[in-house]
């Protein structure tokens, strides 16, 4: 079975400052694929950020960038220079061959003044 | 915008009625998804089309039901309805079968009260 579990129920960060949510994940599957979704207040679902697998390069998109640990099965997220628009509630997601997304419960970011 | 449309944005109605959620995929994708957002079960995977047939089942109840027409936009059935029922529900799209890695792009979601 596959499992995606993000520790970290709440956070919160300084405007400007860096802050990294956590997540881990278990698969026997080689070919998967892990992502990170950003839901605001609106609870829109937005894609941040895609990671495949079997690449050891980590993903990085304008502020958000992965620390993908394959050994560890550890897929962090990292926001530099944190924006009052990145107040939201941040879900971890993987997906195998079903093609269908496992998500973790979530962390709930709050970015302060 | 995601370009992934879902109608309707809300609604109200009562415990053992039927709703149909409609949802239509962005241009181009040819994979549907459907998920379901409530408080105590998280994001759960509900069911997924690709090009007008079914590919997996996640945790969809008997009462539920969907398909995916030729022209590729999607119904979510909902019967029999109960207060647990109560949930926000999410369609996405991605141009790839299972197993692609595609990205899913999500839909604004119906919320559905059941009073």
């Known amino acids: 079975a596959q499992t995606v579990t993000q520790s970290q129920p709440e956070m919160s960060v300084q405007e400007a400052e860096t802050v990294t949510l956590s997540c881990t994940y278990d698969?026997?599957?080689?070919?998967?694929?892990l992502f990170w979704y950003k839901q605001p207040p609106s609870r829109q679902m937005i894609l941040v950020i895609r990671q495949e697998a079997y690449k050891q390069q980590n993903a990085t998109e304008n502020r958000f960038s992965v620390n993908f640990q394959k050994a560890a099965k550890s897929f962090s997220l990292k926001i530099s220079d944190s924006q009052l628009g990145d107040t939201a509630m941040y879900f971890c997601a993987g997906g195998g061959s079903q093609g269908n997304l496992i998500f973790g419960k979530g962390t709930k970011l709050s970015v302060k003044p | 915008d995601s370009g992934v449309t879902q109608t309707p944005k809300h609604l109200i109605t009562a415990t053992g009625q039927r709703v149909t959620l409609r949802c239509s995929p962005r241009s181009g994708d040819l994979s549907v998804y459907w998920y379901q957002q409530s408080l105590d079960q998280g994001l759960q995977f509900l069911i997924h089309y690709y090009n007008g047939e079914e590919r997996a089942k996640g945790n969809i109840l008997e009462r539920f039901s969907a398909q995916q027409f030729p022209d590729l936009h999607s119904e979510l059935n909902l019967s029999s309805l109960e207060l647990g029922d109560s949930a926000l529900y999410f369609c996405a799209s991605s141009v790839g079968s299972q197993g692609s890695g595609q990205p899913q792009h999500f839909g604004d979601g119906t919320r559905l009260s059941i009073l």
């Open positions: 698969t026997s599957e080689n070919n998967y694929y």
